[in-house]
């Protein structure tokens, strides 16, 4: 420890002089000592204040300055705010006040140890001396409790201990005026944030940060620096304002805000600091660890495939956790490195390839190759004209899986291509694994659903499948579209077709109401291997309109481009879903939005948008025959229109949804002013990014799922309860695309609200190299341990990178111990 001008010898027998007399006095020790009731504080060169009764918990004040004048008003509104919370509330949460600027009290144990916890609210420089700091020290590890506001973060300015404590330094460029913000407040378990506004606006002197403290401490809140001005020492989208840890024996709180008079008055902030002195007085349990980085450990469960061979892992492609532990995951279809690729189309086994599942048992640690199925999906890579995105495209477990052993897969049988008009059949299946062996019985097909599919140009086949909690299956279809000669926007070239099928239309797909790609389909599946139609889908499939247009009751969700990855939080039946845009980098004054990767919270059946609009319903410019190179009007996103010559179905379509998060590679959310009929500038000179703490680049989204803790079974492993309904966003890429844990608004998330707090897992799961760097699905366990497939290091093959994960929490529960509260609870 870092102790200026005091002789180890000297701090050792203060040390154990203090420690003992702390435990002595029964407030800073175990169960047994509680038993006593804790001595009044001294009142020499103290004011005190005390609920009735005298004895109990009390909280110091230190308010000490090494600056001469007056006391701060800031610091007599502070004193003042923590006696009313002392004495206010349930008896369980009271305690006495005592407030002093007497630093001699870090050297008296006797006094010292009365305390609970020690608030300093005092301005920079050096408070304390040599000796006083070692007391502050050593009651810190006795299990002492610290609160520090505001400029607290300026004492001690030369100490390495009282920084660590704090957590962070303001930078010397901190605004220095009164300005309103919104705080971010992410952490809605700690008791000091618990009952505070997701978006809380307040006024306050907002610090900037010399160091990030973010993954070192615990960010309970943080302030949106787009809501006010941050000045030139902004840490930008993650500026932490609040956090907490355990710290050398005892636990830390400090909050930056608290730097006007008027902040002790607000309601909320006093809420703020009650819960952050429940805490630190040991009066109320919290986590104040969850987000700190070194307590997750990622772990790679499979190893690399022998030669030759797909005996751990396939081209990863989706994975899904069984009740048991179990986790099953799929190959798309692509071999190592040393397997032929056919892609000629004179040759039967063009395309011809491997799906396979494996299960890892994490009671044995092994991986068993369950079964591998013929699949469309070997085709290599190169330009749209040779490669392909078929194969083994999506795994889900029937909800009696435990029971019955069905598995429901969504792929592309090689035996029902046609070569000649270069259409395949696409569909999913129910078959039956032995829970005994994990073999899968490939006899036992049940095709529930097929539909064709074009194969003679990739692109996005989507295959994410999830069950909500009544029984219904979700199936995420890509738009079955070239990504090519539409210049990388809207995807809605008329022209290019073989042998009368469209290939770059995506109007006739993700835009027809009478076709199943570019979708997520909603049935509900029966015992005997069929399904029937659930209600509120987007269609009957009994509609009919213009020149007999027609619908499919199966869609749910229409205007999705590649939906890869989708997930239903079974608490909520709220869908969950990520596509990936098309290529044009940047955004264009004829034809509309660059791509934009897209995540949605969807509550209920619609119309996203693909290819008419995108993001914040922005929208793209028409094209059509004769000439699909000259741009036509803009789609209007509340009245869209398919007027395709390859469309098939309805010409009147649903409006339009906006969407959640969307991202390009100049930011996230792009966003750009409006003419009078609401089109967008699509300047980019012009753009505002509403979502700064993303980007993408190489972008393509990984949605991931929403956690929900469970306190059930061995926790070892298990993460903590702090993560419990946040939503999980990623991208197949590891650089400046997501990778964070977001926080919707359930009143707004489903009509297109913005997420209200995100915060970055990039050390959690980590990124880089020899980390998890191509995202490929992610899925919690039954074991609260997260599971995550990494596709390896190439395209449309297997790789020594390719691997399953497992990455778990090692911080241990909420502090103090229940048997360490200073009272039990009734």
């Not at 502070?78 to 919370?85: D, L, Q, T, V």
């Not at 502050?136 to 201990?161: C, I, K, N, Q």
């Not at 056919?342 to 494996?358: A, L, S």
């Not at 753009?687 to 926790?715: E, F, H, I």
Request: glycine share 12%; proline share 8%.
């Amino acid at each position: 420890m870092y102790l200026r001008g005091l002789s180890d010898a000297k701090r050792r027998a203060w040390a154990a002089t203090l420690t003992a007399s702390v435990v002595t006095a029964g407030l800073l020790s175990g169960p047994a000592a509680q038993a006593r009731p804790a001595p009044e504080p001294p009142l020499t060169t103290m004011s005190i204040k005390s609920p009735p009764g005298g004895s109990g918990p009390h909280v110091l004040i230190f308010h000490g300055s090494a600056a001469a004048g007056d006391e701060s008003p800031v610091v007599n509104a502070g004193i003042e705010a923590i006696e009313r919370i002392g004495l206010s509330g349930p008896a369980a949460e009271r305690f006495g006040v005592v407030a002093t600027d007497d630093a001699s009290v870090f050297t008296d144990e006797t006094r010292l140890s009365g305390f609970n916890a020690v608030v300093f609210l005092t301005g920079g420089g050096d408070v304390l001396d040599p000796e006083q700091e070692a007391g502050l020290e050593t009651y810190m590890e006795a299990g002492g409790g610290f609160v520090g506001v505001h400029d607290a973060a300026r004492a001690e300015p030369y100490s390495d201990w009282f920084t660590g404590l704090i957590g962070a330094r303001p930078a010397a460029s901190s605004p220095t005026t009164v300005q309103r913000a919104t705080v971010e407040v992410g952490d809605r378990r700690h008791p000091a944030t618990k009952d505070l506004p997701v978006q809380w606006k307040r006024p306050d002197k907002w610090l900037n940060w010399t160091k990030n403290p973010s993954g070192t401490v615990h960010t309970v809140a943080r302030v949106r620096e787009s809501t006010y001005q941050p000045g030139t020492g902004a840490n930008g989208w993650d500026h932490p304002v609040s956090w907490c840890r355990d710290y050398d024996g005892g636990r830390s709180f400090y909050t930056g805000m608290g730097g006007t008079v008027s902040a002790y008055d607000e309601t909320d902030f006093r809420t703020h600091l009650r819960g952050a002195l429940l805490w630190t007085s040991r009066l109320a349990q919290a986590d104040c660890k969850a987000t700190i980085n070194a307590h997750y450990k990622a772990e790679r469960l499979t190893q690399p495939n022998q030669p030759g061979q797909n005996d751990q892992i396939g081209e990863p492609h989706g994975l899904v956790t069984a009740p048991d532990g179990r986790v099953l995951y799929i190959g798309r279809g692509g071999a190592d490195s040393s397997q032929p690729v056919v892609t000629d189309w004179n040759n039967p086994d063009i395309g011809k390839g491997k799906g396979e599942i494996h299960v890892y048992d994490p009671r044995t640690k092994k991986v068993t190759l369950a079964g591998a199925l013929t699949v469309f999906g070997n085709k290599g890579g190169g330009d749209e004209l040779i490669k392909v995105e078929e194969g083994l495209l999506g795994i889900e477990l029937d909800p009696g899986f435990q029971q019955n052993g069905w598995v429901y897969l969504h792929y592309t049988p090689h035996s029902r291509i046609d070569r000649d008009t270069r259409m395949a059949e696409r569909r999913v299946s129910r078959f039956t694994l032995d829970l005994t062996s994990n073999k899968l019985d490939l006899g036992s097909e049940k095709v529930l659903l097929k539909w064709p599919v074009q194969i003679h140009s990739c692109c996005h086949a989507g295959g994410g499948m999830s069950f909500d909690s009544k029984g219904n299956l979700y199936i995420a279809t890509g738009d079955n579209n070239s990504s090519g000669f539409s210049a990388g926007y809207s995807g809605n070239n008329p022209e290019p077709n073989h042998k009368g099928v469209s290939f770059a239309d995506a109007r006739r797909t993700a835009g027809n109401t009478n076709n199943l790609n570019g979708k997520i389909l909603r049935i509900h599946p029966e015992p005997d291997g069929t399904y029937t139609l659930p209600a509120g889908n987007l269609f009957t499939g009994k509609e009919t309109a213009e020149g007999g247009g027609k619908t499919r009751g199966e869609i749910y969700v229409m205007g999705v481009r590649n939906p890869a990855r989708i997930f239903v939080d079974r608490q909520t039946d709220v869908l969950y879903a990520g596509w990936v845009g098309p290529d044009a980098s940047t955004p264009s004054t004829a034809w509309g939005p660059a791509k934009y990767d897209t995540f949605a919270a969807i509550t209920e059946a619609g119309n996203r948008g693909w290819p008419y609009c995108m993001g914040n319903k922005q929208p793209y410019r028409d094209r059509n025959l004769p000439d699909p190179s000259k741009p036509l009007g803009w789609y209007d996103c509340d009245h869209p229109k398919n007027e395709s010559p390859n469309n098939d179905g309805l010409v009147n379509l649903p409006p339009v949804t906006g969407n959640n998060i969307w991202y390009s590679p100049q930011g996230g959310a792009p966003d750009f002013p409006r003419d009078a009929s609401g089109i967008p500038s699509y300047k980019n000179e012009e753009a505002t990014y509403l979502l700064p703490w993303l980007k993408g680049g190489g972008q393509a989204t990984m949605n991931g799922p929403v956690y929900r803790y469970s306190a059930s079974g061995d926790d070892s492993g298990r993460w903590p309860a702090y993560w419990d309904g946040k939503w999980f966003v990623g991208d197949f890429y590891d650089a400046d695309q997501p990778r964070h844990a977001v926080v919707m608004d359930p009143k707004n998330q489903g009509n297109g609200g913005l997420p209200v707090h995100a915060e970055s897992l990039k050390k959690i799961v980590p990124v880089g190299a020899d980390g998890i760097r191509n995202l490929m699905d992610w899925k919690f366990g039954p074991d609260g341990a997260l599971y995550v497939l990494d596709y390896g290091r190439g395209f449309f093959t297997s790789d020594a990178k390719s691997a399953l994960w497992r990455v778990t929490y090692t911080g241990g529960g909420p502090t103090p111990a229940a048997d360490e509260l200073a009272r039990k609870a009734e």
